[in-house]
């Protein structure tokens, strides 16, 4: 069975930081392309940052420059590093690891971990 588990979240007041881990089990790690996503309240949820299996990475124009993703295939784990918060980034940030084989899309999500950015 496939599980993301998510850590990392938290209240932290605008300017600070914070890093999200997301470590999956039931798949194999380095093969798959890992995104953090989040969803505000009231608000879909959107793509963040992705970082494909060869560690290309790719990032929404409103936290470039802020945030990095990055992977450990040896600890079969994506961090998300988040620095100058600001309160819009308040949401539900969710990990997803995705992977193609032939013309099947294999896409799993994490719980969610929360992160509020207030003072």
């Known amino acids: 069975q496939v599980q993301l588990v998510e850590s990392g979240g938290g209240l932290v007041q605008p300017g600070g930081s914070l890093r999200l881990s997301c470590t999956p089990s039931?798949?194999?790690?380095?093969?798959?392309?890992m995104g953090w996503y989040r969803q505000p309240p009231g608000k879909q949820r959107d793509p963040v940052a992705l970082?494909?299996?060869?560690?290309?990475?790719n990032y929404t124009d409103s936290v470039k420059g802020r945030f990095t993703i990055s992977r450990d295939n040896a600890k079969n784990t994506v961090y998300l590093q988040m620095n100058s918060l600001k309160p819009e980034d308040t949401a539900v940030y969710y990990c997803k690891a995705e992977r193609l084989i032939i013309t099947t899309q294999y896409t799993y999500w994490g719980q969610g971990t929360q992160v509020t950015v207030s003072s």
């Open positions: 039931g798949i194999l790690f380095s093969l798959y392309d």
């Open positions: 970082i494909s299996r060869y560690g290309d990475t």
